[in-house]
T-cell receptor, first 117, second 109 residues
Framework: ETGVTQTPRHLVMGMTNKKSLKCEQH?????MYWYKQSAKKPLELMFV???????ENNSVPSRFSPECPNSSHLFLHLHTLQPEDSALYLC????????????????FGEGSRLTVL | QKEVEQNSGPLSVPEGAIASLNCTYS??????FFWYRQYSGKSPELIMS????GDKEDGRFTAQLNKASQYVSLLIRDSQPSDSATYLC?????????FGKGTMLLVSP
């Protein structure tokens, strides 16, 4: 396993279901991110974790709940979603947290395509 | 609200031509600038970064930055059909990385 892996790749769920997206990075990075990518919209940053601590929550509805049990794993728990939440959810990691002097690179997983019926 | 603007395209160029992709940003304190390429159904991957005014060349790719005009561009020389993808401009402020919507590039054989 290399890079950033996400499971499942595709997920269809009803509005009352509870599901989770999983992300694992094999790069030894210290920071992990959840992004949402919708058609015709820029990538939207949802959550940022640095060394397992949440450092940013960009006004994301509480129906999205992140969990970072260790520096290699990141989850996004989903419950009571709305059809407008259908999107591609991308996990990313970087060696260090984005900040002053950051010249790093975000490494993205392949994404989890979520459809909410 | 920090914004990064890109023309969504598609930008269509013939094989062998130069493709020019443009990006403007609103935050004057932006410090670093990146171009990511995203093939259809795939995740974004970094192809160029630029931190100071001027040009930076890497193979067929040239990134250009003009901080006074808040403008960054990506030139792809000798465009190939394999360059067909969406190109995302990303701009770093102090602690954030803001992405544009991306420009779709289509290179026809």
């Amino acid at each position: 396993e290399t890079g950033v892996t996400q499971t499942p790749r595709h997920l269809v769920m009803g509005m009352t279901n509870k599901k989770s997206l999983k992300c694992e990075q094999h790069l030894g990075h210290n920071a992990m991110y959840w992004y949402k990518q919708s058609a015709k919209k820029p990538l939207e940053l949802m959550f940022v974790y640095s060394l397992e601590e949440r450092v940013e929550n960009n006004s994301v509805p509480s129906r999205f709940s992140p969990e970072c049990p260790n520096s290699s794993h990141l989850f996004l728990h989903l419950h009571t979603l709305q059809p407008e939440d259908s999107a591609l959810y991308l996990c990313a990691s970087s060696q260090d947290l984005i900040g002053t002097g950051w010249t790093g690179e975000l490494f993205f997983g392949e994404g989890s395509r979520l459809t909410v019926l | 609200q920090k914004e990064v603007e890109q023309n969504s395209g598609p930008l269509s160029v013939p094989e062998g031509a130069i493709a020019s992709l443009n990006c403007t940003y609103s935050d004057r304190v932006s410090q670093s600038f990146f171009w990511y390429r995203q093939y259809s159904g795939k995740s974004p991957e970094l192809i160029m970064s630029i931190y100071s005014n001027g040009d930076k060349e890497d193979g067929r790719f040239t990134a250009q930055l003009n901080k006074a005009s808040q403008y960054v561009s990506l030139l792809i020389r000798d465009s190939q059909p394999s360059d067909s993808a969406t190109y995302l401009c990303a701009v770093r402020g102090y602690s954030t990385l803001t992405f544009g919507k991306g420009t779709m590039l289509l290179v026809s054989p």
